[in-house]
């Protein structure tokens, strides 16, 4: 077995792992990255209007044979670990014949980005698997294990072929709301690990413990239980854990929580793989706003059959603007005119529940000003990682016990030596090795 990583060995996103055989050759993860060569934020705008091997030229896309639209395919399979675009982001480049290897809620939750956000990505040849179900690429098995993370229907996979055993981590973290499931992986780990491919995405945060996603629950029952405010909660809308933790913040709470029909539709198209709060008559305390910029979006697609189905769900503007204090919202940059129409509601809290480093971001920057300095609203973080602490990275790889690990998704591969115990193997971008 011999394996090369693309991208990741000295940066967190655009994860891509090319793995083969003498018959087979797959990718584990091919990802958009979230920065450039000299550390500034990866802006995909720059170079949408390029081909394939413009892009491979500039060093955005990996330089695989056969993996591209204009070619004779002669990849086998791409493996998709989660639905974060840093680990799905390039598949629109390519070739349709491609098998592409994922759970069937990330196809969904793909599809859903594909008509709600700016990402367009055609799959033709998708195939699922499930956790602990092994599969076959040609000489290649492949068995998925479910994994805690803030992404929705995340996997690690053991990886097995010509006798040697691999197991990439993808993205992984133990204290959110599959901590359980964290917990049964290191109860019965895979063995006989060759190469621990982990993730060390916090590494550089320092040894804090992670608070969890409970204690991010509690911490919004204090901000949403004070009198006469609205809540408005800036969050990403595909990170479950966290809609889950303010739905049951603000039932604790008595109020209703009021999602518009991106998050709406996220909810309810996840409602098939899991227990989720989501519009419905089960969950009268649950409202779905239309805003301006959404329906647009959506009216261009001829996708209005997307706002249609929760139209008995509807709360207005008007309803929320008579009796703020009774409504918890989660809210976007996006939604901006919504709320400046709203007379009613200033002086209420705005909780920013993302990574802290995106409220650098001019968009976020200019939402959260506007809405502190002309709304008088409070802000506060309210946050925890989508990834492993220190010590959950060290029970990893205690558990798993390998022969090697190989840092990956990570500016820190220099300090797994002083974290882990047992051998690592820091490698370069596209450095081959050979088990
Ligand atoms: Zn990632
Ligand atoms: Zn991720």
Redesign the pocket.
Known sequence: MNYKIHRGTQEIGGSCVELWTENTRILLDFGMPLVEKDGSEFNFKKYEKLDSVELISKGVLPNIKGLYKNEDPEVDAIIIT?P?A??YGFLDYIHEDIPVYMGEATHKLIELSNIFLPQNINLENVCYYKKDEPFKVGDINITPYGMD???FD?YALLVEADGKRLFYSG?FRSHGRKGNVFQRFLNNPPKNIDHLLMEGTTIGRGKQISRTEVDIENEMYEKFKEPGKLNLVYASGQNIDRIVSIYKACKKAKKTLVMDVYVANIMKTLSEFASLPHPSSRFKDIKVCFPYFTGKRLKRQNREDLMYKFKSYKVTRQEIDQDPSKYVMIVRGSMQKELDLMENIDGGNFIYSMWEGYLKKKNTKEFVEHMENDKAFNTSIIHTS?HADIQALQELAEAVDPKFIVPIHTFDGDKYKDIFKGQILELKDGEEVSL
Do not use: V
């Open positions: 989660h974060h840093d680990h993370h803030s992404a995340a993205d989508g």
